[in-house]
């Protein structure tokens, strides 16, 4: 049985679906997939769909796909890209954070489990509600702001030293993986920003064309929406496209210290 999650009645996992095993097949790999339907008013559940490997593509996303299509049309799922540049498809796969677009069925576990990410209310299935996460990055405005007028005739230029100190923050994709898996976030993410946001903060800070660093950490300088972070790492540890929050963060509080001396 799938372990109860919470404390009321209402929100404990049941042992849902198992669905038909593929005919003919001789490659099959099982999917224990979390299904929730707030509307129904019955509790969450875990299916248990079987998919024939030698008909779907490598990717758990193709399983999921197949799933909605040929099985059971009323999954619900998040995905766009379908190559690891949209962030859509961030889920807890076998116990992880990850993207369901770049994991391969074959990396893992037989039956391999699937979560929506945790420490967000669940819209329906694997869908959750992400509408506080990108609150919380508006809130850093995450944009160019500057004083002093554009260029006449070019663009607000960059050197290539000063376009490199982007490297590790440009390429996050936003899924959120990293502030699904943060303690600190599951305790204070009412004013914690997370460490996706705060990676976020980072890249507008360290950008030379950007003319309100003073302003951008007097609005960081805070006990909760910064110090929340004790740099246990679980962040940097699940980002899938390899970049390390936590380090970030810890950059931030030394340009708060150094500003300070
Ligand atoms: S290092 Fe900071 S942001 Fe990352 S998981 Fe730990 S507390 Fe959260
Ligand atoms: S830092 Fe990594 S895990 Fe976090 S939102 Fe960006 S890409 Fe996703
Ligand atoms: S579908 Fe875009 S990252 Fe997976």
Redesign the pocket.
Known sequence: MPPASGTSPASRIEQGKTWPEPQGATRVRHLRIFRYDPESGNNPRVDTFAIDRDKCGPML?DALIKIKNEIDPTFAF?????????????MNIDGTNW????RALDEMNEPATVYPLNNMDVVKDLVGDQAHLFAQLHSIKPWLRTRTPAPANSERLQSPEERAKLDGDYEC?L?FCCTSGCPSHWWNGDRFLGPAVLLQAHRWLVDSRDEATDERLDELEDPFKLYRCHTILNCTRTC?KGLNPGKKIAEIKLMIQQRRS
Not at 78 to 90: D, L, P
Not at 99 to 102: F, K, N, R, V
């Open positions: 996303l998040r995905r766009s890209c379908r190559e690891g540049i949209c962030g859509s498809c961030a993207l369901a677009c770049i994709i899924c899938p």
